[in-house]
């Protein structure tokens, strides 16, 4: 193999990475891969986090409900724990827990409302 065949191939290898794709074949950035991949691990995270500030930390948000309900029955702030703003018993964590219920209902109102705009946008098309 001389070195002009050695150039020949090399130049070949080389082109063939830039050649255009065919016409019925799908483009595939990688750079919009690799976008779509983070974003859908920053979104799955931000629901976990989401959720679980809602459903786990400090009892969740079901404890705190079933706190306030004893409260509306007669029950004492003593006898579900607290015992001031140091320990507050049944409603430790209550500050997060309603942030992360007003968020998931934000997301869902969004999440709605785009939907029903593209249902509108789908049906005005045809």
């Given at each position: 193999?001389?070195?002009?065949?050695?150039?020949?191939?090399l130049r070949v290898?080389?082109?063939?990475?830039d050649d255009e794709?065919?016409?019925?074949?799908?483009?595939?950035?990688?750079?919009?891969?690799?976008?779509?991949?983070?974003?859908?691990?920053?979104?799955?995270?931000?629901?976990?986090?989401?959720?679980?500030?809602a459903f786990v930390?400090?009892?969740?948000?079901?404890?705190?409900?079933?706190?306030?309900?004893?409260?509306?029955?007669?029950?004492?702030?003593?006898?579900?724990?607290?015992?001031?703003?140091?320990?507050?018993?049944?409603?430790?964590?209550?500050?997060?827990?309603?942030?992360?219920?007003?968020?998931?209902?934000?997301?869902?109102?969004?999440?709605?409302?785009?939907?029903?705009?593209?249902?509108?946008?789908?049906?005005?098309?045809?």
């Amino acid at each position: 193999m001389t070195v002009r065949d050695a150039l020949t191939r090399l130049r070949v290898l080389v082109e063939s990475f830039d050649d255009e794709p065919p016409a019925g074949e799908p483009l595939y950035d990688p750079v919009h891969i690799g976008g779509v991949l983070v974003s859908v691990m920053a979104a799955a995270g931000a629901l976990y986090w989401l959720l679980w500030t809602a459903f786990v930390f400090e009892g969740g948000i079901a404890v705190k409900a079933g706190a306030v309900l004893r409260l509306a029955g007669g029950a004492s702030l003593a006898s579900l724990g607290y015992e001031g703003p140091w320990d507050r018993g049944a409603f430790e964590g209550w500050a997060g827990n309603i942030a992360a219920v007003l968020l998931c209902a934000v997301v869902l109102w969004c999440l709605r409302a785009e939907w029903r705009r593209a249902e509108r946008a789908a049906r005005d098309r045809g």
